[in-house]
């Protein structure tokens, strides 16, 4: 398939996905926790006029290292409080699938919708650890198989949600005094193996109709996850070659087009002696965090050249930053401009994404009117 | 309880929030002025108008599960809204000083999960957070939620207290300087204590996973009005939103309060008691009390009359006529005919009985009883009558102040802001500026890690 135009992300954590970022000259990790280091980051990604600002989140304190980058603000309230302040971007929460009600979930990504006026995505995580589990006072965890059928059932049972009120439900008719039409919404009555829903959701539908699903791929679990249900998948790899054959699996599982992107870990100096030397110093400071998916450290040009070079197959990457704001920066004033992306049409994210407004599934099985 | 002084000079100083109307039929829909009840921009305008009203806060009030009646969604009055918290996080980017409220169920959430949230807000707005703590114990509501209608009526408080208790834990797990940040030492945090929390309801270890937020702990918010939420609300709460009307009935719940917030060891000015109002302002007071009448027949019409009589009697009443004299018919006691909102009266039989004397009395047809009995507090009058009024019931001691509750979205605060607040200000009633920047410090109640570490351990 073509690969035109490059999709880019950023995924941003904190002061970046290196542990000891926090550490690194200009990071300022008193504020990683205001509102003022969000603006900034939030800005950046606007200028660049990136295609998602994706916000990780999880239950865990992470490590008990007193030197590790620790505690994360709620990802749905970081990108709720960037919303009125962007106009472009699509704003991408984790919200988890383990201990969270699917029914929270519904109706917090379609509010999002409603504040970032139409650019609202979700990214579907799990919770794996019994630390997590502890924290919601629950005994032991599921092994990930049913943690991510579970993640399965609560993306089905939220995208029915998003569905349960058709679009035109609110008539606000005065003659006979009805403010809406109860015939236009509907009980999703789901029921699952480790929860059910009845509906409808309390909040009437949102402008995208349906927020963009994304979902992470880095084992068999969540790939089948993927294939059932994302509307953008983030493929986790060594390396380009390997992410290629899984974004194959991918198309062939799900029997559907699908955007994929590739994760890529990224550092950026001026010059690639520079971007090592950083990397260097970082994994000094804090050994053993591994790399989850392809690194790039380089430059600018390095990683532009990279980009256009993507196997067919991945539409585009993901970019994590290992530090903030240093390496966005030059993602926005050195890698951007230098990829020939044509201008986008549209506002919403999915427009953004080439995909159509659903209608609700309710409206189109009903006919009952 | 504790004496306030009442002096010339200082007027005591009344606290206002905003509330946005949700589904209930306090907004006129019908108005043509009336906007949408789930675009931000609705939203944004009255937050924007609380806040150049120097307003302490804005209130938004959250839904579970669309109400039912007769088995059929209700679809009479406003039917719909987005998500509590995602709206006050989106607020808190375009406003500055105004405080943000929600309603957040402690039945149907976990204290964990709204530690962080209510924490997440809290440092996203520099420290206006606050929480209206409610609960449940609605098996219909339930249906929507993986762990939902467990719990019986009796356990609602216990499970609030105990939601509450381990939320606390989690805001207090890092101390005041655990965030050390120093990239030469290498020291990122230090000094988090662990949560491990047993108790009759769940048992929680974890560490907290964010910085002590501005306000060290999101204002409380309470409001229910049975003994066990009265007790609940002295223990915990900042303020309470209630719906006592009158002058005396606010003075005697005031005191009360009052006096239970003392009886935990608190200071009663530590407690602001804040009932819910609406007002209707006119040029002159025939106009005023014109335009209530209006608005009370626009939220009451014939369909919402039978509606209201069918929650009351139990039974189906669609071939009742609205505007004739109310069901000679006795009310089925037993019957469950309204979801997802509290049957209103705990003798129906009774209440029948008295409404069918009032009806007589006064010649009203069943829709202008329902008017009658359903009005809430209303301030009627210019915006002068209405501004020595609700300073009347402040230095009385009926209460500390009013969450406003307009008619009409989103512009039914507008009004009140450019009439009423000049008059509050020239009483000396009311700030003509914040002097602080977090809600506590616009409502005057103390920082929790200032108290007294008895008067924080609640059992």
């Given amino acids: 398939m073509s690969r035109e135009p490059l999709r880019l992300g950023v995924e941003l954590d904190a002061a970046g996905r290196h542990p000891a970022a926090w550490r690194l000259p200009g990071a300022r990790p008193a504020e990683l926790f205001t509102a003022a280091h969000w603006r900034r980051l939030g800005a950046l990604v606007e200028r660049a006029d990136l295609d998602l600002l994706v916000v990780p989140d999880s239950f865990r304190l992470g490590s008990s290292d007193e030197r590790d980058q620790r505690g994360r603000l709620d990802a749905v309230a970081i990108a709720a409080h960037l919303a009125p302040l962007t106009r472009r971007v699509g704003l991408v929460p984790v919200v988890t699938t383990t201990h969270t009600e699917p029914f929270h979930t519904n109706k917090a990504v379609a509010t999002l919708d409603f504040t970032s006026l139409g650019r609202a995505g979700w990214q579907v995580e799990v919770s794996t650890t019994a630390e997590e589990a502890d924290t919601f006072g629950r005994t032991g965890t599921a092994p990930p198989g049913e943690l991510w059928r579970e993640a399965a059932d609560t993306v089905e049972v939220v995208r029915r949600l998003w569905d349960s009120w058709e679009d035109d439900a609110v008539v606000r008719d005065v003659a006979s005094g009805r403010f809406v039409d109860r015939d236009k919404l509907h009980y999703v009555d789901f029921e699952g193996e480790r929860f059910s829903v009845r509906g409808p959701s309390i909040t009437p539908r949102s402008p995208q109709g349906q927020p963009l699903v994304v979902v992470p791929v880095r084992d068999e679990h969540s790939l089948a996850v993927a294939a059932a249900h994302a509307d953008v998948a983030r493929i986790e790899a060594g390396d380009e070659r390997t992410a290629a054959q899984t974004a194959d699996r991918l198309r062939t599982l799900a029997g559907r087009e699908l955007t994929v992107l590739l994760d890529v870990e990224v550092l950026l100096r001026q010059t690639a002696t520079e971007a090592l030397d950083v990397a260097g110093r970082l994994d000094e400071l804090n050994p053993g965090a591994a790399p989850r998916s392809v690194r790039h450290l380089g430059t600018p040009a390095t990683l532009a050249a990279a980009l256009a070079e993507l196997p067919d197959g991945l539409d585009g990457a993901v970019l994590a930053p290992l530090d903030l704001p240093a390496t966005l920066e030059l993602v926005v004033s050195g890698v951007v401009p230098a990829l020939t992306r044509p201008p986008v049409a549209g506002s919403t994210l999915r427009e953004r994404f080439g995909l159509p407004r659903p209608t609700s599934r309710y409206a189109r099985i009903g006919g009952v009117r | ?459």
């Fill in chain 2, 1 to 459: 309880m504790t004496r306030r002084e009442t002096s010339r000079e200082t007027p005591r100083q009344i606290h206002l929030g905003a509330h946005f109307p949700g589904v209930n039929n306090t907004t006129v829909w019908r108005d043509p002025r009336s906007g949408s009840q789930v675009d931000f921009s609705s939203f944004e305008h009255l937050a924007r108008t609380a806040e150049r009203g120097l307003m302490d806060f804005f209130f938004l009030a959250e839904g579970l599960r669309l109400r039912e009646q007769r088995g059929k969604i209700h679809d009479l009055d406003v039917v719909g809204r987005p998500d509590t918290l995602t709206v006050l996080n989106s607020i808190a980017s375009v406003t500055t000083h105004l405080g943000l409220a929600g309603t957040i169920n402690a039945t149907f959430n976990e204290a964990a999960e709204l530690a962080k949230q209510f924490a997440s807000l809290d440092h996203l707005s520099g420290g206006r957070a606050a929480w209206n703590v409610v609960t449940s114990s609605d098996a219909f509501t339930g249906e929507n939620f993986r762990r939902g209608g467990y719990l019986a009526h009796a356990d609602r408080y216990v499970r609030a207290r105990e939601v509450l208790d381990v939320a606390r834990e989690f805001w207090d797990s890092w101390a005041e300087d655990s965030l050390v940040a120093d990239p030469e030492t290498g020291v990122f945090a230090r000094g988090i204590s662990e949560v491990d929390h047993r108790g009759p309801q769940f048992q929680v270890r974890g560490t907290g996973s964010l910085p002590r937020s501005p306000q060290g702990h999101p204002v409380l918010l309470q409001a229910g009005d049975s003994d066990d939420g009265r007790e609940f609300g002295a223990t915990y709460a900042d303020a309470i939103f209630t719906m006592h009307g009158s002058l005396e009935a606010g003075q005697r719940f005031t005191a009360d309060m009052r006096s239970r917030a003392v009886r935990n060891g608190r200071s009663g000015d530590d407690l602001k008691i804040l009932p819910g109002v609406t007002f209707v302002l006119g040029d002159t007071p025939g106009q005023a009390r014109e335009h209530a009448r209006e608005i009370r027949f626009q939220q009451v019409g014939p369909a919402q009359a039978i509606a209201f009589l069918e929650q009351v009697w139990g039974r189906d009443l669609s071939d009742h006529d609205p505007e004739g004299p109310l069901p000679a018919q006795d009310p089925e006691t037993t019957s469950t005919i309204a979801q997802g909102r509290t049957r209103m009266t705990k003798d129906p039989v009774e209440t029948a009985r008295t409404w069918r004397d009032l009806a007589a009395a006064h010649g009203w047809s069943s829709r202008e009883l329902v008017v009658e009995v359903t009005g809430r507090q209303q301030f009627v009058g210019t915006p002068a009558q209405v501004a020595e009024e609700m300073d009347t019931y402040v230095q009385a001691d009926a209460c500390d102040g009013f969450i406003l509750v307009p008619s009409l979205t989103p512009a039914g605060l507008d009004e009140f802001v450019e009439k009423v607040v000049p008059l509050l200000q020239e009483r000396g009633s009311y700030r003509t500026g914040y002097t602080g920047s977090t809600l506590r410090e616009h409502l005057g109640v103390p920082h929790p890690h200032r108290l007294a570490p008895a008067v924080r351990a609640t059992a």
